[in-house]
């Protein structure tokens, strides 16, 4: 089951046509029914969510872990959330699973702001509204490598020369971090590695495809880059690594764009004004930069009411609108009338644009299955357990098993 891929070029160049002078979240109705939400918890969240609790009785649940709770979450009857905050990683398991419901009749009469870029359809209809857009882009501290004459890197070999005269310059506590927490996040950043060299992830007859030459350099390169890390890289998700950002005590990392406005937080960041942005680094020449396209957005629950599904929907739409991009404009990459880009989403919008592009990451139950294989069995490479060979056959013979148990293998 595919969804479409998003015009990234294009949805990153909004104009501005409103503004708001108080940025107060406020709501043209009054929400009578006991809405909840369960999305990740990032700052792009806690702006929309905050938009949606000035209707009144709403509940949000903001929870890295939200990926694991939702399938089951909205397969009770009833539903026991109301609205979901997805991406085109996350959304699968619900569609598959149909806990869903199709939104156009709700959008014909309370979606009138939305574009079209906006609207995720699955076999003619729409599935999600898309909020934002997501990418991984390298952030930097714009003063340690201007002091040291270090270049900005644009591939993964320049990134490990600079972090060889960090790390001699002593500056900061680690060159380098990354989202490499065993399961979901390394899983991810081998994703976009072997994307970058690249590897095809699953085959055409749904047979993997990890157990390559692509495969091979894809860890081989992660393992390089672990030498400038925390030694504690297994633990390390995305708050993990802005808060070593913010901290001061990593100076790059291949990072999530969602992240990038946390830097410039004066209540809670020690480098404001001192990290940069750019592209996601090459991993080969010609290639793009190895990172994935994403959009995160909301869905309404199937196993509601129609009453329940019209309070949701309407609430939502009071978070995803002009006045919270007024209100954080720097909280995403907005799909949403008002955004105009700044200087932290340059790294987001030069890699969402490259030539060749980075690929959008496949909504489809082929590429859940993969994506768990990985995160289930490359962390024993990196702990020294099993050679990169052996990692990539455990992760096909996973993939291979859970493939055919859902029928897509004999």
Same mark, same amino acid.
């Given at each position: ?306 009453? =329940? ?10 978070? *995803?609108? &002009?006045? /919270?991009?007024?209100? $954080? #404009?720097? +909280?995403?990459?907005?799909?949403? =009338? ?10 987001? *919008?030069? &890699?969402? /644009?490259?030539?060749? $592009? #980075?690929? +959008? ?50």
């Amino acid at each position: 089951m595919f969804v479409k891929r998003l015009a990234l070029a294009g949805a990153v160049s909004v104009a501005a046509t409103a503004a708001y002078a108080d940025g107060h979240a406020t709501c043209d109705f009054e929400n009578t029914t006991e809405i909840t939400m369960l999305s990740a918890a990032f700052e792009a969240w806690v702006a929309a969510t905050d938009g949606m609790a000035a209707c009144g009785n709403f509940s949000p649940e903001l929870d890295q872990e939200f990926r694991t709770k939702q399938p089951e979450g909205f397969a009770a009857n009833p539903s026991l959330y109301q609205i979901g905050g997805v991406s085109n990683g996350t959304i699968t398991p619900l569609l598959n699973q149909g806990t869903i419901r199709p939104l156009d009749d709700l959008i014909a009469e309370y979606g009138g702001q939305l574009t079209p870029n906006q609207l995720i359809q699955v076999d003619g209809q729409t599935m999600a509204v898309a909020m934002m857009v997501n990418v991984q882009h390298l952030m930097y501290r714009s003063d340690i490598l201007s002091d040291l004459g270090i270049e900005t890197p644009t591939t993964w070999d320049e990134v490990l020369t600079a972090a060889e005269t960090i790390r001699e310059a002593d500056v900061v506590d680690y060159p380098l971090g990354a989202t490499m927490m065993a399961g979901w996040n390394i899983a991810q950043e081998f994703v976009n590695m072997y994307g970058g060299f690249g590897g095809t992830l699953v085959n055409d007859d749904n047979t993997p495809g990890v157990n390559s030459e692509e495969g091979l350099a894809a860890l081989d390169m992660m393992m390089r880059l672990t030498e400038y890390m925390d030694p504690e890289f297994l633990v390390s998700d995305s708050t993990y690594v802005q808060q070593q950002f913010q901290q001061g005590s990593i100076a790059m990392s291949n990072l999530w764009a969602s992240r990038a406005g946390a830097m410039n937080d004066e209540a809670e960041s020690q480098v404001v004004g001192l990290v940069a942005t750019s592209a996601a680094p090459t991993a080969m020449d010609g290639g793009a930069p190895a990172t994935t396209l994403w959009w995160d957005g909301i869905v309404i629950a199937a196993n509601i009411s129609d009453e =329940e599904a019209e309070m949701a929907f309407r609430t939502a739409m009071a978070g *995803i609108d &002009s006045e /919270t991009v007024a209100a $954080a #404009p720097d +909280a995403a990459i907005w799909l949403i =009338e008002g955004y105009e880009p700044n200087d932290m989403s340059a790294g987001a *919008i030069a &890699s969402a /644009t490259a030539t060749p $592009a #980075p690929p +959008a990451y496949p909504s489809t139950t082929q590429m859940g299955l993969m994506h768990t294989a990985l995160g289930n069995e490359l962390p024993a490479f990196f702990t020294g357990d099993v050679s990169a060979e052996e990692a990539l056959a455990a992760v096909e013979a996973s993939y291979t098993v859970a493939a055919q148990e859902a029928g897509l293998l004999e």
